[in-house]
């Protein structure tokens, strides 16, 4: 199949990402989904928007899956990140890889979410149980909506 | 001919962070024709509320991360990336 990376407004389908990426060729068929947690670093978190530079967060999940495609040979990777108010447990992003064998499959997953992670445009702003929202800055610097 | 005074209006789009900070989605920047990605930032950087901005943030041209020295024609969608959070 052709590489697939979709942003979505809905909840995740695993098993249909799956079904994507499920073929007679591929011996492993591997799934990470990223979730909704409901602590973090010490707070109490009820939910979490997503937001992002859709046109260009598209092209770049987009080029993450064709790159992992050609660096670990197979054409069978499939991810969905989710967009808009997510609660505590909701799929906020979906990695399905199909490969011959798992070494491969294992490692291309992870090098997906990796990349995903430091390149595609997307922003997360954290509800808290005290009421209070903030977009997470992962580099750790003070976020620069928040309050002085 | 060239003409040094020559003006256009760049737009640059804000998000998550730096859209609260300056309080705005987008900004409409009047800049020299022969302006560059540094010289984008520092006029945003110049507005109220951006002192709150890295001096050297992420940009995008056209949907692809771009380096400072980059030529922004008129025309070019600018945009300013905050830290990602995706996944």
């Known amino acids: 199949m052709t590489p ?3 942003l979505v ?3 995740i389908d695993p098993i249909s990402l799956l079904g ?3 073929t007679p060729a591929n011996g492993a068929v591997i799934l990470f989904l990223g979730a909704v947690r409901q602590v973090n670093e010490g707070r109490a978190v009820t939910g979490i928007d997503y937001a992002a530079y859709e046109g260009m967060a598209a092209s770049e999940l987009e080029s ?4 992992g495609a050609s660096k670990f040979g197979t054409r069978d990777i499939a991810v969905e990140h989710r967009l808009g108010e997510l609660a505590v447990e909701d799929i906020s992003v979906a990695i399905a890889v199909g ?14 979410i990796e990349e995903l992670k430091r390149r595609v445009p997307i922003w997360k702003r ?17 976020s620069a909506g928040a309050a002085p | 001919m060239y003409d040094a005074t020559l003006l256009m ?21 009047e800049m020299p024709s022969d302006t560059t990605v540094t010289q984008v930032v520092a006029a945003v950087r110049a507005r109220p509320g951006a002192q709150r901005l ?22 070019d969608e600018v945009a300013l990336i905050p830290p990602v959070a995706g996944g």
Do not use: C, K
């Open chain 1, 9 to 11: 407004r809905r909840p």
């Open chain 1, 126 to 142: 954290e509800h808290y149980a005290d009421g209070t929202r903030e977009w997470v800055d992962p580099t750790g610097r003070p």
């Open chain 1, 99 to 112: 490969h011959p064998h798992r070494d491969a499959a294992y490692a291309a997953s992870r090098w997906v």
């Open chain 2, 9 to 29: 209006t760049v737009t640059v789009l804000l998000f998550a962070s730096y859209a609260d900070a300056l309080g705005a989605a987008s900004l409409d920047l």
């Open chain 1, 64 to 67: 993450i899956v064709s790159d």
């Open chain 1, 20 to 22: 994507r990426v499920a």
């Open chain 2, 54 to 75: 890295p001096a050297a943030p992420l940009v995008a041209v056209n949907l692809q991360y771009a380096n400072g020295d980059r030529v922004v024609r008129d025309g």
């Open chain 1, 4 to 6: 697939l990376a979709t």
